[in-house]
């Protein structure tokens, strides 16, 4: 793990970081699908950088190089993508149309058995967020926290591009 850590934190974009969470945090805890996400300092937007292709317009945000998620004028994000955002806490759940947060799934969307979060935060606030979906196996509380680990590394990452050390491409 110290490993993948030290290959996130040593990324050269947040782009870049984004593309090594993604692969070894599937690799990792064994889902299918997988999404990484900061959240725009400039108004508070939760912008997915790196994911699965779990809708038809996946391949719309892909050529523009992001999927935008607007934080509404409540400040809130809702829903169960929207909940660690929304809550600051990571969470699991092998039963998400179960959850309170959830609202149901889009039309067109890939369904979704097994929900894991990360909300990707640092002392200052919360910088970005790691989904991932359907494992091989139910998540579990080693999932989760082997999950977290890799979302500490991606905040220092995120720290560093809002400083202005590193770029977002």
């Not at 090594?20 to 945090?25: L, N, R, S």
């Not at 892909?62 to 607007?70: C, D, M």
Request: proline share 5%; hydrophobic share 35%.
């Amino acid at each position: 793990m110290e490993d993948v850590k030290r290959k996130i934190e040593s990324a050269s974009s947040v782009y870049e970081a984004a593309e090594i969470v993604f692969d070894e945090i599937r690799r990792i805890t064994g889902s299918e699908y997988c999404y990484v996400a900061y959240v725009d300092p400039e108004n508070g937007d939760s912008v997915g950088i790196k994911f699965s292709h779990l809708t038809p317009y996946c391949d719309h945000y892909e050529s523009i190089g992001e999927a935008r998620f607007k934080l509404p004028k409540s400040g809130i994000y809702g829903g169960l993508l929207g909940y660690s955002l929304d809550t600051g806490e990571s969470f699991f759940t092998n039963n998400p149309a179960g959850h309170p947060a959830a609202h149901g799934i889009p039309e067109g969307h890939e369904m979704v058995s097994q929900f894991l979060s990360v909300a990707v935060k640092d002392s200052d606030g919360i910088l970005g967020q790691i989904v991932l979906g359907n494992p091989e196996e139910n998540y579990t509380e080693k999932h989760l926290r082997l999950a977290e680990e890799i979302g500490k590394a991606y905040a220092t990452v995120l720290r560093r591009f809002y400083g202005g050390e590193i770029p977002l491409r």
